[in-house]
């Protein structure tokens, strides 16, 4: 199977894992970045089923409102049933590394309001240790070269994304060369440096449940 024909598999296993979870005032986090849009697209077959979405980016909020799915305003929601988004890398412990896409302050934002956290990936996100994957960290425009010198502190190589600004209208820098054994210490860690906004580490809230796409099928796997 191809990646997407992965991606595909699990955004429907994700469906039929919420399906029986969903009342009519249920509302759904919808994550960021081409297997989630596979998600939104099947989402939009059960569309009858919930009352409405909270979307982690501008784009997944359009390609909603696209199929004609409500989308509301984060602040007006106290808790979603269910976050279903994609991931970069995963662990064993479903720590992840997430941001590949810019949208992960507020992927985290939505997270946080969901009772359960379904992490939908193909195989190949699936790994050892976090850090092959450039950790994603948002950083406030004037902070980027006193937030760079911290990273390279903590043994990371940073990069600048030229040419991307977040939602929030942040930067993002990349850390390279990072091998992530402590995954919830590391993001603790740069937290705490003056000038980010968030980083892509997803450790002190894993996920509940990981999707796995492979050739043998997609695999249910819990922390
Ligand atoms: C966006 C993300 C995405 O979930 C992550 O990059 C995975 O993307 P894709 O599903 O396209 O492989 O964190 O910020």
């Known amino acids: 199977m191809t990646q997407d024909q992965l991606k595909q598999a699990v955004a429907r296993a994700a469906i039929d894992y919420i399906k029986p979870k969903l009342f009519n005032d249920s509302i759904i986090g919808v994550g960021t970045g081409s297997t989630a849009n596979f998600f939104i697209d099947f989402l939009n077959e059960i569309k009858g089923h919930f009352a409405g979405t909270v979307a982690s980016s501008e784009a997944s909020a359009a390609r909603l409102k696209k199929h004609g799915i409500d989308v509301l305003d984060c602040n007006s929601v106290s808790e979603l049933v269910v976050y279903v988004d994609g991931a970069d890398e995963s662990n064993a412990h479903l720590q992840l590394i997430k941001g590949g896409g810019a949208a992960l302050t507020q992927e985290k934002i939505v997270c946080a309001l969901a009772k359960e956290f379904i992490c939908i990936a193909d195989g190949s996100k699936w790994v050892d240790v976090l850090g092959k994957f450039p950790l994603a960290v948002e950083v406030i425009p004037m902070a980027r070269s006193y937030v760079a010198r911290e990273l390279v502190k903590l043994g990371g190589a940073p990069v600048y994304r030229e040419g991307v600004i977040t939602d929030n209208g942040n930067i993002i820098l990349d850390v390279h060369n990072l091998q992530i054994i402590d995954a919830i210490a590391m ?37």
């Open 187 to 223: 993001e603790t860690a740069l937290n705490q440096i003056t000038g980010v906004v968030t980083n892509g580490l997803f450790a002190l809230r894993p996920a509940d449940v990981l999707l796995l796409g492979t050739n043998d099928g997609v695999k249910t796997i819990r922390a």
